[in-house]
C-alpha cells in the first residue's frame, strides 16, 4: 500500500502523490477554509506532504473537544478557558510553539467544519448503514457546503478492508464487493443531486491483486488488479490498459496465478493528477516514475 500511495517503489518515502499535488497547488488555494487534503479513515501516507498537512476527521465528521460547558461560573467552563490560555500561551521554543499552534487549528478547524455540516442541507439520496457508507455521506454534506468552507479543490480519502481473503472468499467477497459498488453508487448520486458530478471524481487504490489459483479457502497475494474511477467527468463505460489473458501459466502469469499489470499506479495517478489541475511540467513531482512509460495519459478523464 505505501508503494500505491507514494509512487516511490524502491526507496522509502516521507510523502504521498496526493500530498505532493496539495503542496503544488497550494498558493493557488489560499483562503480554503479546510485543507486540500481531508481524511475521515486516519492519518495516511497518500496526503502526506512536505508543506501542507492533511485534515484528520472521523467518518461522521471533525472530532471536536467535549465536556466543556460555556456557561459562567460552571467550573466546567473555567476549565474550556484555563486550556485556551495554555493554548494561546507564548512559548520559547519552537516545539512548544508548533504543538500549540497545531492545537489551535485543530479546533478552529472543527468548530467551523462542524458548524458547516451541521447546516448542510438533508440529500434525499439514500447512503448504505455501512464503513465507507458513512464516510462518503460525510463526504457528500461537506461538497454540499463548499461555498461555505471558500473549498477548491480538495482530496478526500476514504477507506474499508476486509479484501485480504486468504479464507472464506466464496462467502466474504460478494458481500464485499456489493458494499462498494452500493457506497460509490449512492454517493456518486449524490454528486448528481448536488449538479456537481462533472467536478467529483470517485477512484480507488488497492495494495495487490489476488491469484488467479485457490489456497483451498481462498486466494493469496498477486500483482495485478482492477480500480475503479467513477464521476461526470469520466471517459466510462471502458476498460483502461491491456486485460491480461486469464491463463495459469500463460505468458502473463508470472506465478500461481499471479498476472503482471499492464498499467503502472504512476500513469493512474498522473491521469487523475492532470484532471485535478496539475500542469504538464509538474506531473512528473506527483509520479516520480512516469518518464519510464511512453503513455502520460491513460485517457479515462475528460479535460
Do not use: C
Not at 119 to 128: C, H, R, S
Not at 158 to 169: E, L
Not at 229 to 257: H, T
Request: overall charge negative.
Amino acid at each position: 500500500q505505501d508503494q500505491w500511495t507514494s509512487l516511490r517503489g524502491n526507496v522509502p518515502s516521507k510523502t504521498g502523490w496526493a500530498g505532493r499535488m496539495a503542496d503544488l497547488i497550494r498558493d493557488g488555494v489560499a483562503g480554503q477554509q479546510m485543507a486540500t487534503n481531508a481524511s475521515l479513515f486516519g492519518s495516511n501516507l497518500f496526503q502526506s506532504a512536505d508543506e501542507t498537512v492533511a485534515y484528520v476527521m472521523g467518518p461522521n465528521g471533525p472530532l471536536q473537544f467535549e465536556g466543556f460547558s460555556t456557561t459562567p461560573g460552571d467550573l466546567l467552563n473555567e476549565q474550556r478557558l484555563a486550556f485556551n490560555r495554555i493554548v494561546d500561551a507564548q512559548y520559547d521554543t519552537i516545539y512548544e510553539r508548533g504543538f500549540a499552534a497545531v492545537q489551535r487549528r485543530a479546533i478552529d478547524a472543527a468548530d467551523t467544519v462542524t458548524t458547516a455540516i451541521d447546516n448542510a442541507p438533508v440529500l434525499d439520496t439514500v447512503f448504505p448503514l455501512s464503513q465507507l457508507g458513512t464516510q462518503l455521506e460525510t463526504v457528500a454534506r461537506l461538497i454540499a457546503v463548499r461555498d461555505e468552507l471558500q473549498m477548491q479543490r480538495q482530496v478526500f480519502f476514504v477507506a474499508t478492508g476486509g479484501f485480504d481473503s486468504h479464507d472464506n472468499q466464496n462467502e466474504d467477497q460478494p458481500g464485499l464487493l456489493g458494499g462498494i459498488s452500493e457506497a460509490i453508487a449512492a454517493f456518486h448520486a449524490a454528486t448528481v443531486e448536488l449538479n456537481i458530478a462533472d467536478s467529483v471524481t470517485t477512484f480507488t487504490q488497492s495494495d495487490f491483486g489476488r491469484t488467479l489459483t485457490s489456497n483451498g479457502d481462498g486466494t493469496d497475494h498477486a500483482w495485478a488488479g482492477n480500480q475503479l474511477i467513477v464521476g461526470g467527468a469520466v471517459n466510462g463505460g471502458d476498460l483502461y490498459g491491456s486485460y491480461p489473458v486469464l491463463e495459469i501459466g500463460g505468458p502473463e502469469d508470472v506465478g500461481g496465478g499471479r498476472m503482471i499489470p499492464s498499467t503502472s499506479a504512476d500513469q493512474y495517478a498522473a491521469t487523475l493528477a492532470r484532471w485535478f489541475g496539475i500542469p504538464e511540467i509538474e506531473l512528473d513531482v506527483v509520479a516520480p516514475n512516469l518518464a519510464n512509460f511512453s503513455q502520460r495519459d491513460l485517457g479515462f478523464m475528460i479535460l
